[in-house]
């Protein structure tokens, strides 16, 4: 489920008439729908709404996609008008009315029941069944009323923020420093961490805590490294860079930098930024990020308690979309970087771009940190000339290129290809004309469509973060807890109650995407272990979709149960087209390893060998990309002889 902007070649018209009908366009379950907010009230009590209507589907992406101009704004006018409006709000009136007449018969309080209508991303008649069946729960099942109640009152899930018990005990001041990229967002905020007599740096990725770790220790700071893989303990360490789910919350500090907090509204690990907001012990948290984050922040911070400044910063150098598209690989530069949303496409782009003669780095997600890290730097040091890459490159990389270049607008997001929203272009976009190298930076499409499209997306105004609907993702004490409160004892069933009563209790904060968890609880349920390490393997960062990883992670849990210690294999994969596939899927089971290692050390007691290996292996990686390079360039050169040099 995702935000999406409007087709690049309607933009301004989309734009102004979403705007002025209180909606905007998402995709939910691989079909464009139109999302819409709005208030209605009830006798005395406002109610507001957030909701998909049922005529707002406006088809499955590729038909979507085959649409003209005309025929998309026709089908939007059509499902959503005035008329739609009012209809929506009779439906939505008609079930608040029939949810507070039940509430007032039977003395019950409808917040939660009516609640049920803020859901950006659901129909509005399925949150009006929900409504219904929330205030129904209460009158007709008192029995299971008096569950919930027993687990609402073992958690109280409004109070998520005051269990962070010494962050709140402290009077804080956040500092939001918000931007675009390139506006030195982090420059100052690193400055005052590393002057400062404690403090952590809390990062949205290992590569990020690994390179301002790297930037303490050259200002002479006492600092560890630690993140869900790595380790580097300073035995008078006085600082800490880490993963942001690494947050200590049981150390009070002067200065704590939290990095990309607009990823507060990101699903899958938004609830990492939830938790570090609430419950940092400092007494400064600058907040870095994005300008489309402020009202969430202050919507946030008002919650949390603590004083708030806003800095908000502009771009250092200026950002120019080229005159006219690329047009062909001949075209290229030393200096620019390709972009492309596929580990495929990145390989296919660099190794045409290798035929024009230029050394090329590959970056793209699916590469350890290490790579990407020695990829950046041997364009740094004019090794190669060219980097082809993902988004990967738009966080975390210093790859300042004079002119960035996209190969396509569009993306799969999960469900169907689609345009990338305008956030993700400028951040991409941002890493043109770094300042102090570049006078400005330039963008361009490959080809005219992709060209008309990016510079839509550059003018388009990100739509802000929502200013509720926090994610929170439950620790070990809240499941025990629970656990403790209703006699449940398996995983699964817990994690299903922690989702069912976060919805019920408390709009302001909503469940994380458990989905990946579930899956892996549903198998650990079933192996004699206890709730700890049936936990600790749910988080364990192996994906499921890689069937190597996903084995490895069934045999080490197996080892756990049966108490035996977990093997560490050295993986000795086949060379050939697959080597490099083989290779990074090696890296992330030895980073799996490592990371188990430092939760269940007599399990697994090979977590020191298992980094040398994700190190050595990742080493053989990057050798591997500059050897294609070498080879695909010998191979092309008789033909660039015959057409010449490339332009420069």
Same mark, same amino acid.
């Given at each position: 489920?995702?935000?999406?902007?409007?087709?690049?070649?309607?933009?301004?018209?989309?734009?102004?008439?979403?705007?002025?009908?209180?909606?905007?366009?998402?995709?939910?379950?691989?079909?464009?729908?139109?999302?819409?907010?709005?208030?209605?009230?009830?006798?005395?009590?406002?109610?507001?709404?957030?909701?998909?209507?049922?005529?707002?589907?406006?088809?499955?992406?590729?038909?979507?996609?085959?649409?003209?101009?005309?025929?998309?704004?026709?089908?939007?006018?059509?499902?959503?008008?005035?008329?739609?409006?009012?209809?929506?709000?009779? +439906? *939505? !009136?008609?079930?608040?009315?029939? $949810?507070?007449? @039940?509430?007032? #018969?039977?003395?019950?309080?409808?917040?939660? %029941?009516?609640?049920?209508?803020?859901?950006?991303?659901?129909?509005?008649?399925?949150?009006?069944?929900?409504?219904?069946?929330?205030?129904?729960?209460?009158?007709?099942?008192?029995?299971?009323?008096?569950?919930?109640?027993?687990?609402?009152?073992?958690?109280?899930?409004?109070?998520?923020?005051?269990?962070?018990?010494?962050?709140?005990?402290?009077?804080?001041?956040?500092?939001?420093?918000?931007?675009?990229?390139?506006?030195?967002?982090?420059?100052?905020?690193?400055?005052?961490?590393?002057?400062?007599?404690?403090?952590?740096?809390?990062?949205?990725?290992?590569?990020?805590?690994?390179?301002?770790?790297? +930037? *303490? !220790?050259?200002?002479?700071?006492? $600092?560890?490294? @630690?993140?869900? #893989?790595?380790?580097?303990?300073?035995?008078? %360490?006085?600082?800490?860079?880490?993963?942001?789910?690494?947050?200590?919350?049981?150390?009070?500090?002067?200065?704590?930098?939290?990095?990309?907090?607009?990823?507060?509204?990101?699903?899958?690990?938004?609830?990492?930024?939830?938790?570090?907001?609430?419950?940092?012990?400092?007494?400064?948290?600058?907040?870095?990020?994005?300008?489309?984050?402020?009202?969430?922040?202050?919507?946030?911070?008002?919650?949390?308690?603590?004083?708030?400044?806003?800095?908000?910063?502009?771009?250092?150098?200026?950002?120019?979309?080229?005159?006219?598209?690329?047009?062909?690989?001949?075209?290229?530069?030393?200096?620019?970087?390709?972009?492309?949303?596929?580990?495929?496409?990145?390989?296919?782009?660099?190794?045409?771009?290798?035929?024009?003669?230029?050394?090329?780095?590959?970056?793209?997600?699916?590469?350890?940190?290490?790579?990407?890290?020695?990829?950046?730097?041997?364009?740094?040091?004019?090794?190669?000339?060219?980097?082809?890459?993902?988004?990967?490159?738009?966080?975390?990389?210093?790859?300042?290129?004079?002119?960035?270049?996209?190969?396509?607008?569009?993306?799969?997001?999960?469900?169907?290809?689609?345009?990338?929203?305008?956030?993700?272009?400028?951040?991409?976009?941002?890493?043109?004309?770094?300042?102090?190298?570049?006078?400005?930076?330039?963008?361009?499409?490959?080809?005219?469509?992709?060209?008309?499209?990016?510079?839509?997306?550059?003018?388009?105004?990100?739509?802000?973060?929502?200013?509720?609907?926090?994610?929170?993702?439950?620790?070990?004490?809240?499941?025990?807890?629970?656990?403790?409160?209703?006699?449940?004892?398996?995983?699964?069933?817990?994690?299903?109650?922690?989702?069912?009563?976060?919805?019920?209790?408390?709009?302001?904060?909503?469940?994380?995407?458990?989905?990946?968890?579930?899956?892996?609880?549903?198998?650990?349920?079933?192996?004699?272990?206890?709730?700890?390490?049936?936990?600790?393997?749910?988080?364990?960062?192996?994906?499921?979709?890689?069937?190597?990883?996903?084995?490895?992670?069934?045999?080490?849990?197996?080892?756990?149960?049966?108490?035996?210690?977990?093997?560490?294999?050295?993986?000795?994969?086949?060379?050939?087209?697959?080597?490099?596939?083989?290779?990074?899927?090696?890296?992330?089971?030895?980073?799996?390893?490592?990371?188990?290692?430092?939760?269940?050390?007599?399990?697994?007691?090979?977590?020191?060998?298992?980094?040398?290996?994700?190190?050595?292996?990742?080493?053989?990686?990057?050798?591997?990309?500059?050897?294609?390079?070498?080879?695909?360039?010998?191979?092309?050169?008789?033909?660039?002889?015959?057409?010449?040099?490339?332009?420069?």
């Amino acid at each position: 489920m995702t935000d999406i902007p409007s087709d690049p070649f309607e933009t301004t018209a989309l734009t102004d008439y979403l705007q002025a009908h209180q909606a905007a366009l998402i995709t939910s379950d691989g079909s464009y729908a139109v999302s819409v907010h709005g208030e209605i009230c009830v006798g005395k009590r406002v109610v507001a709404y957030h909701l998909v209507p049922d005529e707002g589907f406006l088809g499955k992406s590729n038909k979507w996609r085959r649409m003209d101009v005309a025929a998309r704004m026709s089908l939007l006018q059509e499902r959503w008008n005035d008329n739609t409006r009012m209809q929506l709000e009779a +439906r *939505l !009136l008609a079930c608040a009315q029939n $949810v507070i007449n @039940i509430a007032h #018969e039977y003395e019950l309080d409808p917040s939660r %029941a009516l609640g049920a209508f803020q859901a950006k991303y659901e129909r509005a008649s399925t949150r009006c069944q929900l409504a219904l069946d929330r205030i129904k729960e209460l009158v007709g099942n008192r029995a299971a009323a008096r569950a919930a109640e027993k687990t609402r009152d073992a958690i109280n899930l409004s109070l998520y923020p005051e269990s962070f018990t010494l962050a709140q005990s402290m009077a804080r001041h956040f500092i939001a420093v918000l931007g675009p990229t390139n506006s030195g967002k982090t420059h100052g905020a690193m400055e005052h961490l590393a002057k400062c007599k404690s403090g952590a740096y809390l990062a949205p990725l290992r590569l990020l805590a690994i390179e301002n770790y790297q +930037r *303490l !220790l050259d200002a002479g700071v006492a $600092v560890s490294l @630690i993140t869900g #893989e790595q380790r580097k303990l300073h035995p008078h %360490a006085t600082h800490v860079a880490s993963t942001v789910e690494m947050l200590n919350p049981n150390k009070a500090i002067d200065v704590a930098v939290i990095d990309e907090i607009q990823l507060l509204d990101d699903p899958d690990r938004g609830a990492a930024w939830t938790a570090a907001v609430c419950g940092v012990p400092a007494k400064t948290v600058y907040l870095l990020g994005a300008l489309e984050a402020r009202g969430a922040i202050e919507s946030l911070v008002k919650r949390v308690g603590g004083t708030l400044e806003v800095r908000e910063l502009q771009r250092m150098s200026p950002l120019e979309m080229e005159k006219a598209p690329l047009g062909s690989l001949k075209n290229l530069k030393p200096g620019d970087v390709l972009i492309a949303f596929s580990r495929r496409e990145v390989l296919n782009w660099r190794d045409q771009a290798i035929e024009q003669g230029f050394a090329v780095s590959a970056i793209y997600g699916n590469l350890s940190p290490e790579v990407r890290q020695a990829q950046a730097e041997r364009f740094l040091s004019g090794e190669t000339s060219i980097v082809v890459g993902t988004d990967a490159i738009g966080m975390g990389l210093n790859t300042p290129a004079r002119r960035v270049i996209f190969t396509t607008a569009n993306k799969w997001d999960g469900y169907a290809e689609g345009t990338i929203t305008a956030s993700l272009a400028k951040q991409i976009a941002g890493r043109a004309g770094r300042f102090g190298q570049h006078e400005a930076g330039f963008v361009a499409g490959l080809d005219g469509k992709t060209h008309k499209a990016i510079a839509a997306l550059l003018l388009q105004k990100p739509e802000p973060l929502p200013s509720t609907g926090f994610f929170v993702s439950p620790n070990l004490d809240y499941l025990t807890q629970i656990a403790e409160a209703t006699g449940q004892s398996k995983l699964e069933p817990l994690l299903e109650l922690f989702t069912k009563h976060i919805n019920v209790h408390d709009e302001f904060f909503l469940p994380a995407n458990l989905a990946e968890q579930m899956a892996k609880a549903r198998w650990l349920d079933a192996l004699p272990l206890t709730l700890p390490d049936r936990f600790t393997f749910s988080l364990c960062p192996v994906s499921t979709k890689i069937p190597m990883l996903e084995h490895a992670l069934h045999d080490w849990a197996e080892c756990r149960a049966k108490k035996r210690c977990a093997a560490l294999l050295r993986m000795e994969g086949t060379g050939g087209r697959g080597r490099l596939q083989y290779l990074e899927d090696t890296c992330k089971l030895y980073a799996a390893y490592a990371w188990l290692g430092y939760r269940m050390p007599e399990t697994f007691p090979h977590g020191e060998m298992a980094q040398s290996l994700m190190q050595s292996t990742s080493e053989e990686i990057d050798t591997l990309l500059q050897r294609q390079n070498s080879q695909l360039r010998h191979i092309s050169k008789p033909q660039r002889a015959r057409r010449g040099p490339p332009r420069r």
